[in-house]
């Protein structure tokens, strides 16, 4: 097998991931936000839209990677001003962080 054909196979393979949000769930139970990775394609269209504003594009990144059990989106364009305007930056940064494969920014400290 082709190396290009191994990579693709590797991709195609990665869980989904699921990160839980306390602070934007219900009650006594988290709200589950799932993710597939992002590809480098995805990743340059969020760059772009978000015009190198790296606050905007993690806004970007809910908007477009964030599902719910069902595989359906959790939040959509009309959302990006709440998102920007009228949620904890320190939980939005949190999540998508995640979504992106990287690890939250308390963490990468710690270590």
């Given amino acids: 097998?082709?190396?290009i054909e191994r990579a693709k196979t590797?991709?195609?393979?990665?869980?989904?991931?699921v990160i839980k949000v306390p602070e934007w769930g219900e009650e006594d139970k988290p709200l589950e936000i799932y993710s597939k990775p992002l590809t480098?394609?995805?990743t340059s269209k969020l760059y772009k839209m978000s015009k190198n504003d790296d606050l905007t594009m993690m806004a970007y990144v809910l908007i477009y990677k964030a599902l719910d059990e069902?595989?359906?989106?959790?939040?959509?364009?009309?959302?990006?001003?709440?998102?920007?305007?009228?949620?904890?930056?320190?939980?939005?940064?949190?999540?998508?962080?995640?979504?992106?494969?990287?690890?939250?920014?308390?963490?990468?400290?710690?270590?």
């Fill in 40 to 42: 480098l394609s995805e």
């Fill in 10 to 17: 590797h991709f195609a393979e990665q869980d989904v991931k």
């Fill in 70 to 111: 069902n595989g359906d989106k959790l939040f959509t364009l009309d959302d990006k001003g709440s998102l920007l305007n009228n949620v904890d930056q320190e939980i939005l940064v949190k999540v998508a962080t995640q979504i992106m494969g990287q690890e939250p920014i308390e963490d990468v400290k710690k270590n």
């Fill in 1 to 3: 097998m082709k190396a």
